[in-house]
């Protein structure tokens, strides 16, 4: 079931750009979503349980350097799988409408079908195949279908050198693992070389991103089409948290990176919500709020505790869910008005789009933590992670990256406040781009409306992968 499931998106992306010439785009988009339901449908059957790996595949592969064809789900994975599946989904509903190209359509299901494989691989060698499967593709997104103006080519060239360069780092550290510990098996490899640590938290660092490895992210953001700048923060930057959560264990010396990388999860809060606040570009402020998001996670993974292992899986969904819903909102409002700057969008969009508005809105207020909604458990969890400190900080520096954490959080209200204020409120400026929801926006927006609101009110079945934590804190 579960190679099935990679396999359904992949060949099917891989049909739609060999005979592109043969497809129409409505008809490539409905293809796309009805092979990335599929995929969704069969990652959430295959569930077993938490306590178990479902689904699993072990096969001989490249047996003289003992690597093997070793898929699962855990209970790690399974919500990166399912928030991933779903993402690839929504973008092919936003492009059903849109007489998007074939080839966008197939780039867009093998990116997600290479996704799907990082998140389903125990065997480390393969999750670097797949983990680089989905660099180039991207790349093609982003400098094919992107903004001109934005320097597509040369935003998404920046991303290439720069992921390519941490996948560089990232190949090595398993090397040294698999060559320390005997075993490229995640159930089995282990190492205790330092350097192996440095090398592997830097590749992940790169893709998360961590300030200050975090150049190449505002750029590809606001270059890339819609559906990849949510694919951008929704899916790959996951590819960065969930290594780090992945690899981390098996880091016998991760205890001596992990203050470094906390401090640095820590400053990437406070950096980016200052950038954010200079920003006019709303898709720029979205990559900009996104790194510190990823502050949060990596904070959390620094801790190396039971606490933190739920607050990153959970924070990273949320993300997810929220992100995809921002950059979604900002490119409806760059199909209306031409621009994601707020300044040409203009004020007063209760007034004009009203429908529009609330769901830019709800979906800023999720972003910076409002309870009830999904950013807020993410955030209360991480802070909650360094506060107990865990088990490699120590004190001083769990509690000085929990200090920049909160102050990070009022500046993250200021700038969205600053944006709402900008765009959904004051005297209305009339456009000929007004128009509110169409029947299509509806249904990706209201779906990932319903999933932050619902993630925000009833978090216990994420939090429940993690008992015995949610036993004290979630019921």
């Given amino acids: 079931m579960i190679v099935v499931a990679l396999l359904v998106p992949a060949v099917v992306g891989l049909v739609l750009l ?14 796309g979503a009805a092979a990335m339901t599929v995929s969704l449908v069969l990652y959430a059957l295959v ?27 855990t209970a790690v994975s399974w919500p990166f799988l399912l928030m991933t599946a779903a993402i690839g989904l929504l973008c092919c509903l936003w492009l059903v409408a849109r007489d998007a190209a074939p080839a966008l359509v197939g780039l867009v299901l093998v990116i997600s079908a290479s996704s799907l494989g990082v998140f389903s691989s125990l065997d480390l060698l393969l999750f670097f195949v797949f983990f680089e499967l989905a660099l180039i593709p991207m790349w093609f997104v982003i400098a094919w279908w992107g903004d001109e103006a934005a320097g597509a080519r040369t935003a998404a060239t920046r991303f290439l050198l720069f992921t390519v360069s941490g996948s560089g780092l990232l190949l090595v550290g398993i090397v040294a693992i698999g060559l320390d510990g ?24 790169v893709k998360t991103p961590v300030v200050p490895l975090h150049t190449w992210l505002p750029g590809a953001h ?42 640095a999860g ?15 570009d709303l898709k720029r402020l979205i990559a900009y709020s996104s790194i510190g998001h ?4 990596v904070i959390a993974i620094s801790t190396q505790s039971q606490v933190g292992l739920a607050a990153a899986v959970f924070g990273s969904v949320a993300h997810g869910v929220v992100t995809g819903l921002l950059f979604f909102t900002a490119g409806s409002l760059k199909d209306r008005f031409g621009s994601a700057s707020m300044a040409a969008i203009g ?11 609330v769901t830019f809105v709800l979906a800023a207020v999720a972003s910076l933590g409002l309870p009830g909604l999904a ?47 900008l765009l959904a409120q004051g005297e209305p400026v009339p456009h000929d781009g007004d128009r509110d929801l169409d029947r299509r926006e509806v249904a990706v927006l209201g779906t990932l409306v319903v999933a932050a609101v619902v993630l925000g009110l009833w978090p216990g079945p994420l939090l429940d992968l993690f008992e015995p934590f949610t036993r004290s804190f979630a019921r």
């Avoid at 490229?184 to 090398?199: F, I, K, P, R, T």
């Avoid at 606001?222 to 590819?239: D, E, I, R």
């Avoid at 959560?245 to 401090?263: C, K, N, T």
């Avoid at 990256?401 to 709402?420: D, N």
């Fill in 18 to 31: 060999i005979g592109r010439a043969r497809f129409s785009g409505p008809v490539a988009a409905w293809t």
């Fill in 47 to 73: 569930w077993e349980g938490r306590d178990v790996v479902s689904g699993e595949v072990d096969e001989p592969w490249i047996e003289p350097v003992g690597a093997r064809l070793h898929l699962g789900v």
């Fill in 182 to 205: 005997g075993s490229l098996q995640v159930d089995d490899a282990a190492s205790g070389s330092l350097a192996a640590a440095v090398l592997v938290t830097l590749g992940f660092a």
């Fill in 222 to 263: 606001s270059a890339a089409p819609t559906v990849g700048s949510v694919l951008l923060a929704a899916v790959f930057l996951k590819l960065g948290t969930y290594g780090l959560i992945l690899f981390s264990p098996l880091l016998l010396r991760f205890d001596d990176v992990a203050p470094y990388l906390a401090i």
């Fill in 266 to 280: 820590a400053l990437g809060i406070v950096w980016s919500a200052l950038a954010c606040y200079a920003q006019d």
């Fill in 294 to 297: 990823m502050g949060f996670v």
């Fill in 347 to 357: 004020r007063g969009l209760y007034a004009r789009t009203p429908w529009l508005a």
């Fill in 375 to 421: 950013g807020f458990w993410g955030e209360l969890l991480s802070l909650r992670a360094a506060y107990e400190i865990g088990d490699v900080l120590t004190r001083p520096v769990a509690w000085t990256a929990l200090g920049l954490a909160l102050l990070g959080i009022a500046l993250t209200t200021a700038y969205f406040t600053r944006a709402i204020r």
